[in-house]
């Protein structure tokens, strides 16, 4: 571990931990489904932004990437389809695991397979409408993967388009264009969708591919800033974060104390709600990507978070506190007994991530680094 932490960048590694944090943190309220009160909202608000973070975070990380690539002068479809190779190593083995756990315990339990299974394995099962109750963390998942794939396919059409912009100001129109064209899908749901529930907003719009492929693109648009502008990137950092604390503040505290609920105002928080805070997570990164690194004590426990994220995602709710559920129910548990069962389930989470991280997931997405696939490739 000591060998990868020497090159990470501290604040990008304690935005990927804060993410999954919260995402944890919110599906602790499975232990105690009746709990009421301010905390359990917090929670609830912790799960959406957790996953933003990521979305957001993972556009950043890959823009850059593609940003290098695709302004180079040997960008092809060679070099393309080697990009996409690259982050299937890295992101397909944990989910493909997971897959085959959540199926395995669906088989255990004497639960039902959802009807069109085969979806799940060319991530199409929230394509377009609702996903099944079954891995129900892989919705997050499809969107990266559908996102992986649309902007560079789109970036390659430009090759063959005759125009006097710079590969830069191209790479910056195709990056507005998916932006415009997703938040375009969120409008056409607004006006045609009736129910106006937070559990149908969660499921219906949040949670399907075809509304949410945008929440990757404003993380690229500022891989974008980064690059060309980095000087503004590095000068406008305090400006920037001050500004994103107060606009998630505003977003996610102050909007529901006055009352703004779906119900009522359904305009703003199928269209508006969600790529306002990306927008607000985007301003966090010149601060953080500008953290280059912190004390031992600090940076290990969070390194080790953010190394061990993905497998904390995959395996912490549909896969160990499901199974912890189904073994011991926890409906009339009593509070000190609620706590220990809480640090257990927290505590096998992070042990199970990192033998998976360790003996699975590290070795296979190191594969992507071999000679003989760059050879291949070159």
Known sequence: MQAHSEKRVFGLDLMRAMAIVLVVFSHVSWIVPNAQGVIPDLMGIAGVLGVEIFFVLSGFLIGRIIYRLYTSDNFNFKSLSYFWVRRWFRTLPNYYLALIINIGISVYLGLALPDRLWTYFLFLQNLTTEMPSFFVESWSLSIEEFAYIIGPLL?????????????????????????????????????NDDVKTMHHWNSHLKAVVIYRIDAIYYGVFAAYISMVKPKFWKQSKYIAMGLSVLSLGVINIAVPLQYIFIETHSTFWNLWYLPLNSIAILLALPMLSELKKAPKLISRPITFISLTSYAIYVLHYSIILQLMKYN????????FDILIYILTYLSLTLICAYFVYRLFERPLTNLRDTSKLKTYFN
């Open 155 to 191: 970036l390659y059409f430009t090759l063959f388009i005759k125009t006097k912009l710079s590969k830069s100001k191209q790479f910056l129109c195709v990056t507005f264009l998916i932006i415009l064209i997703f938040i375009l899908t969120k409008w056409l749901y607004a006006i």
């Open 328 to 335: 011991l129910p926890t409906d009339n548990l009593p509070k």
